[in-house]
């Protein structure tokens, strides 16, 4: 395979995986919502503090959303998941799920309580 | 090393050297599998003889055979040996050469990196024992609690446990490879017809267990990690002097460390799945139990992990938790146990070595399993942690499951790898002898541990009740030693006095009987269709319906590979797997010496390993 | 598991990907499905290192440690993350490239997402290298009824704070133990933190390297749409390094 030369001639049919083919405007418009998230996640770090005065708790719920919606759309979008083969998917979500129960876990021992509302951070 | 002196399956007249080159550069999965047990079982002796020096010691109060130091390093290396460099190995090697076979496959799905893990797992085990002869051995327990593991405390300030940290995470880029490794292969390469639902058992054990290697081992590489960085760098995670938290330690640690139980166990549990149906001629009884509830065990076992510390003031909550989440894993091993059972009865068994341990397995294992939901009991671990109740307990499960489940395995694929049967004579003795042996070393130990003994400690006062079944236990392990050694005795007689097997001595099922003992280099030269679980069974007994004609692997197979005489495309051998492995370790030995001069030692080390790094990338490149 | 058993002959007909693979059960490029295992895998070593970071957080703050908001500025973090976002759509469009064999493509898009990585890590070095320049006092503060507190006030805002506790604590006793710098050592979460960050810097390093060798090769003439794996692969790591910092962001900055 290195010694193939990179000239247009020698293109032969297409040879994606299951995936869609790679579509430029989608991966652009999904910046653009991937940075306008990261700028409301900036603007809600500050909703527990003046003037706003939300509970922290509400805070904490939001930011873990919107981060875990921008992780969402890299991995379907940009890793291709929503495209590509049910396996991929299914190590990647195994590994997230151990993962995650390892963090909930980890925080409850450590006398974080049950719900959001008492994480103190 | 004793690899290197193994049978090659087609010896020619080449030179020694050429053979040893040959075995260096090898990336065949049987060659691999073969060094993986080899060099497994030479580790297997020596922590067996630090295990016979523990119970010398031990043999009558007050002894002063061992100093409290050394028995601190051999409880530690003892433990530490036997999982990361005798079992796992074990288990390794055995599912190396036999999983490729059961699947239909011609070589693991990456075999360049299949021979790394072997490298990588033969320079960390050098790495580690090295601490003999060049330093102090580790001495804070195979399970090296912060802040003792930390900064030595009441231990001698020694580079002892750095060796430790470093050669476990040799040890564990070794193991996550290999799995890896696996999971592509039997997801990946499974033969046209060998649908999940076919798999062998022993496959499915190995998938499972290959998970639990990569969901369990980052935890003990990040909690080693910064052990590593608590005992050289001056930071403080779990020294509690300093505001660390030693809990955090125990946590990351049994995070990795309940998975590895399983990890150990479950492919014993596969190799019996194998041995039974074969020996009693008879189809495993509940294979879709079997198969699913290792996929539970596997899954459960990321839910227990705090059982490991009852003792250490979690409270009553957490203990309630994961005490009803131990709990909860005696059901699928339970319906394990009922499936064998139904396995063996009413067919015609057909009683050869193999199903003697098989058998032996059932019956030993089912007693560490009981003592296993006692000791999920919060208020009975109060009472027996430490103790020498629960060292009884965990080996009844990994040496009368583990072990035991291996030497079934030994004894039922020794022919196939090797084309020279094991002596049944021979093979009867020594089972008898283990048998005897292994029960009366650890059986007492329930009694002793109930009556107070503690474990990890070198010696105990005259009066107290010990002596006699101490003694019991250090005749017992002698007993055990006797019986590796008509093991090893028999290995080494097989190979000019083995009788040749044929390619189906025990009228097997599965794939790996289809082809030659030992297979050629590309596995097989016809490759049965796959209509059920038992491919190799329809080949000889299949009624008509089933179309069982051996069909040519260039038909069964693949599109473009004219250009490749027998339609295989084999990968040639690899000098970069070993260069690699190398360059890590001597990263490793400049980690161990970072304040003099080791930083030398870890750019030598990465430079060699980009060399090859760079000529793994290159002939993948080419592949 | 069941409707992939379904499809798993069916799909046999698929194969790998390029030539000279032989066709796979799965029907999956085998090195793709290693490397999905292989970061899954490393999700793992990634939560237990920010678990790590989260579980002695308040340990950190009840013993008189920095407090991380007063150190850590969501400007120049808020900076970072977006060149690494930046540098995922890059990624994405140098695969496009790729896939299209727009030559020039490839390589200006690969050589741009080096370029936003190398930001990144000179972004982490110049944080690094400010906050080990910073300072910390642990104040302790002792009643009359000898209970003890401490309280970890940044050097910036210790003429302020002080005058704070004194009023809040009028008959205690008040006892600064003096500046210690923000580093690796002095405190727990400077352990944890550089630890953690270290770790991430250290992935995106490697990405760095694995981008450069395959724009080498693109510069070679040795990349084209027949094997666009090996622009797939990079970026599938890349983007996980992405996404580490997507939670990064969050839980140790942001919240």
Known sequence: MANQTSSQ????????????????RVYIQIFVVLFVITMVEVFASYLDEPPINL?????????????????????????????????????????IIIATLMAIVFLLLWGYKASLGGLVL | ??????????????????????????????????????TAIAFFVWGGIDALLLRIQLAAPENNFLSPQVYNELFTMHGTTMVFMAVMPLNVGLGNFIVPLMVGANDMAYPRLNALSYWLFLFGGIFLSSSYIIGHPPDAGWFAYAPLSANGGVLPKTNAMDFWVIGINILGVSSILGAVNFIVTILNLRAPGMKFNRMPLFVWAQLVVAFLIVFAFPSITVASILLYFDRNFGTA????????????????????????????ILPAFGIISEVFPVFSRKPIFGYAFIAYSSVAIGFLGFTVWAHHMFAVGMGPIANAAFSATSLMISIPTGVKIFNWLATLWGGSLNFKTPLYYGVAF??????????????AIPPLDYQTTDSYFVVGHFHYVLFGGAIFGLFAGFYYWWPKMFGRMLSERLGIWQFWLMFIGMNLTFMPMHYLGMIGQPRRTWTYEAGMGFEFWNLMETIGALIIALSVAIFLLNVILSRRNGEIPGDDPW?????????????????????????????????????????????????????????????????????????????????????????????????????????GIAGLASEAARD | ????????????????????????????????????????????FFTALISTYLVLKPRNIALGGPEPQDFLGITLTAILAFILLMSSLTMVLALHAVETDNVRGTRLWLGATILLGLMFLGGQVYEFNKLWSE?????????????????????????????????????????????????????????TFFTMTGFHGTHVAIGVVWLSIVLVMSLRGAISSRNSLTVEMAGLYWHFVDLVWVAIFTLIYLI
């Open chain 3, 1 to 44: 598991m069941a409707q992939a058993v379904a499809h798993d002959q069916k799909e046999h007909a698929a194969g790998g990907h390029g030539h000279g693979h032989p066709p796979t059960s799965l029907g999956l490029n085998s090195r793709k499905v290693g490397l999905w295992t292989f970061i899954s895998s490393e999700a793992i």
């Open chain 2, 1 to 38: 090393m004793a690899t290197t002196a193994v049978p090659v399956p087609q010896a020619g007249e080449r030179s020694r050297w050429a053979t040893i080159w040959e075995w260096i550069t090898t990336v065949d999965h049987k060659r691999i599998g073969i060094l993986y047990i080899f």
């Open chain 2, 237 to 264: 995670f779990f020294l509690p002097e300093r505001g660390g938290d030693p809990m955090l330690w125990q946590h990351l640690f049994w995070f990795f460390g309940h998975p590895e139980v399983y990890i150990l």
């Open chain 2, 362 to 375: 059932i019956f030993l294992f089912v007693i560490g399993g009981i003592t296993g939901v006692m000791l």
């Open chain 3, 135 to 191: 300072g910390f006092h642990t104040i302790v503060i002792t009643e009359p009824d000898g209970k003890v507190e401490r309280i970890g006030v940044a050097e910036h805002h210790l003429e302020e704070e002080l005058p704070h506790l004194q009023a809040e604590h009028p008959n205690a006793q008040i006892q600064d133990t003096g500046r210690k710098p923000v580093t690796w050592t002095t405190s727990l979460f400077g352990s």
């Open chain 1, 55 to 95: 509970e922290t708790w509400i805070e904490i719920t939001v930011l873990v959303a919107l981060a875990a919606l921008k992780g969402l759309l890299v991995v379907m979008f940009y890793m291709h998941l929503r495209f590509d083969s049910r396996w991929f998917t299914t190590l990647f979500t195994t590994g």
């Open chain 2, 507 to 611: 009228d097997g099922h599965t794939l790996e009987w289809a082809t030659s003992s030992p297979p050629p280099a590309h596995n097989f030269d016809k490759m049965p269709v796959i209509r059920s679980r038992r491919p190799v069974w329809d080949l000889k007994y299949g009624d008509a319906q089933h179309f069982t004609e051996p069909r040519d692997v260039k038909a069964a197979g693949s599109t473009d590979e004219d250009e490749h005489s027998h339609g295989i495309h084999l990968p040639p051998p690899s000098f970069y797997p070993i260069i690699l492995a190398f360059g890590l370790t001597v990263a490793g030995y400049g980690l161990l010496y970072i304040y003099s001069g080791g930083v030398w030692g870890i750019v030598i080390g990465l430079s060699i390993m980009w060399v």
């Open chain 1, 9 to 24: 001639a020698e293109v032969a049919a297409p040879h994606h995986d299951a995936h869609a083919p790679s579509n430029v």
